[in-house]
């Protein structure tokens, strides 16, 4: 049995100069998406390798098994992995998805436009089964709760709406009740954060008392403050006329529209001498009345017409009427009817 020994060795020692004579293949250069984890640094001639893809890609061509041949280099391979691709994604109603592949480990982002939420992931990814890690989110409009109601004010609606919620974009209508006037913006809107636009408020406008007009007086007497849309009325004395609003109003800066102004009447103090028509010697003319009179001449013996209107408590004469005329004196009224027109 002793002998047995040395010659194992010879034997050993023969078959170790004989690879050591070939060469070693280095690690196989792997090419996109193949599965070098089971892979050595070092192959011997003669040493033979499964190429295979790594998970989420799929393998195509052959052949796949390389051999290290005896000069240190490996047989080719026309293995190529192709990365899985997943369904072409569906862009979500009222929201955008940026990508820029759809391949294994490729992402997604989602993401709603104003005034929509987003219901589910915001990033997806293409999984190595070829399937997207979760389905496409949704995109779900926003809600605002009821607006909040100013005090002393109401809100008008757009629409109609059933429950406690309104949607983005709609808006409300504020008013407040006078005396109340609205300070701020009259349009609130439900805004893209689920928010109500900032409420205006309603503020309490009074009015100083009203005073009275020169020969016209207030229906009544008020002394206190008014507010705001509160009305007060006028009217003149006896042969005056109004000029202007019958009413007045309380207005939002808390002064008061215009008021009228009573215009006097016309008492003209024309005499007997003068023939006039239409109009009683004492009567007085209203403001904007037209005072008939007829001019004589007294050459031919005749009279004509001629107009004058009250303006205001002043008439215009007519130059007929302020000469002296000698003709016309000697004649009364009576008898001057019976004077032809000229
Ligand atoms: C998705 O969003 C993340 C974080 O903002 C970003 O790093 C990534 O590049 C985005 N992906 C794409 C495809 O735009
Ligand atoms: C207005 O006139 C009336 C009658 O002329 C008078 O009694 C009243 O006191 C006046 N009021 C004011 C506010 O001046
Ligand atoms: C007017 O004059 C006529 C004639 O001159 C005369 O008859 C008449 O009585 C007079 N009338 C008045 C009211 O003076």
Redo the contacts with the bound molecule.
Sequence with gaps: MVPTLPLLLLCQLALYTAVASKKDCGRPLLGDGMDGKALHMVYSPGDKVVLSCNNGYTPTGNPRTIVCSASGVWTPSKLKCLAKSCSFPQNPDHGEMVFEDITYQSTINFTCHDGYTIQGASTIECLANGEWSEPPPKCLPLHCGMPPIPAHGRIVYDGLYYGNTIVFGSGVTYECRPPFVLVGRERGTCSYNGEWTEPPKCKLVTCP?P??ITNG??TS?V?WELGYKDTVRYGCNLHYVLDGPVEIECLKTGTWSNKPVCRAPCSIELTETHYIRNTHLTDKTPHNGIINVHCINKNAKCRYAVQSQCIDGEAHIPECLKETNDFVKTFNSTYQLEITIC
Excluded: F, G, L, V
Aim: avoid cysteine; charged fraction near 15%.
């Design positions: 008392p005073t009275n007086y207030m007497d002394i």
